[in-house]
């Protein structure tokens, strides 16, 4: 059984930090890649970041510069830290990874419970 646990959500003013930490553990083979997706009230979830296996990188335009996905595959973790934070990225967000799990032959898309991020204006 595998579970995705996300923590570091939080309210904070337009212009500051929060860092998103998000840890993956269980019967676990291999991870491919693993991102980051939020979801705003009424809105559909969408990708934010993600980062593969060897440390590729892709990110939202909407957020290059200020965001920045990172990993330690050893300790199965992403992180998600975000600077100059704007009231636009209130959101859920979603903590996502693709992985194979033992016993498994196919990678599979797992999701986190969500962790939610307020910027006040």
């Known amino acids: 059984q595998v579970q995705l646990v996300e923590s570091g959500g939080g309210l904070v003013q337009a212009g500051g930090s929060l860092r998103l930490s998000c840890v993956a553990s269980?019967?676990?083979?291999?991870?491919?890649?693993m991102g980051w997706y939020r979801q705003a009230p009424g809105k559909q979830r969408d990708l934010v970041a993600a980062?593969?296996?060897?440390?590729?990188?892709t990110y939202v335009d909407s957020v290059k510069g200020r965001f920045t996905i990172s990993r330690d595959n050893a300790k199965n973790t992403v992180y998600l830290q975000m600077n100059r934070l704007k009231f636009e990225d209130t959101a859920v967000y979603y903590c996502?990874?693709?992985?194979?799990?033992?016993?498994?032959?196919?990678?599979?898309?797992?999701w986190g419970q969500g962790t939610q991020v307020t910027v006040s204006s």
């Open positions: 980062i593969t296996s060897g440390g590729s990188t």
């Open positions: 269980g019967t676990i083979f291999s991870i491919r890649y």
């Open positions: 996502n990874a693709d992985l194979l799990s033992y016993g498994s032959t196919r990678y599979t898309d797992y």
